[in-house]
């Protein structure tokens, strides 16, 4: 069963190349995000990544980890974090920077979402650089919360984030 849910996720995958600029291959999950069944396969693959690790809260990064984030969170009846772009959130925030190939960007956690000691699952739909996902890590570890895991439905290999988020164990449902 587990090639079937790989194969199917992996053919609802649309790729968009040239985009956002000349040269690159974009993995698109809107067509899995539309397709009813390969969404609710995607959430309960995420899902069950986190059965038996005692995970007590998911966070999800802005944007498209809300989507899975707040459909894991839901569907494991735990809270949900959003790790938001800064200067989106209205309650007191802690802030981590990280570098894009372009230029910095910086994300926000509200500073009472996660609790000293809780076990936190990150969710995003996408490993790319592995800068977001870390910049997110050092939000939820800076609140002393513990990062069990981050999960993402598609991992890009040839870029090496995986390295970037050592020692946080790493879950990918798709790899290219």
Do not use: W
Not at 38 to 51: D, I, P, T
Request: hydrophobic fraction near 50%; aromatic fraction near 8%.
């Amino acid at each position: 069963m587990e090639n079937d849910l790989y194969n199917m996720l992996r053919a609802g995958m649309r790729d968009v190349p040239d985009f956002p600029k000349a040269g690159i291959l974009f993995r698109d999950i809107t067509p899995v995000l539309a397709d009813a069944k390969l969404f609710r396969l995607a959430v309960k693959a995420l899902a069950e990544g986190c059965v038996g690790k005692n995970i007590q809260k998911i966070a999800g990064v802005d944007a498209r980890g809300f989507i899975f984030g707040a459909a894991v969170a839901y569907e494991l009846g735990l809270g949900f974090v959003p790790v938001r772009k800064r200067g989106k959130l209205p309650f007191q925030t802690v802030v981590s920077s990280y570098q894009l190939e372009y230029g910095a960007a910086e994300v926000e956690m509200h500073t009472d979402a996660i609790q000293p000691g809780e076990r936190v699952s990150l969710i995003d739909d996408l490993l790319a650089t592995g800068g977001t996902a870390n910049a997110a890590i050092k939000l939820i570890q800076q609140l002393k919360g513990e990062v069990v895991q981050v999960q993402f439905l598609v991992e890009i290999e040839f870029l090496h984030g995986r390295e970037v988020l050592a020692p946080v164990p790493v879950v990918s449902i798709l790899r290219y």
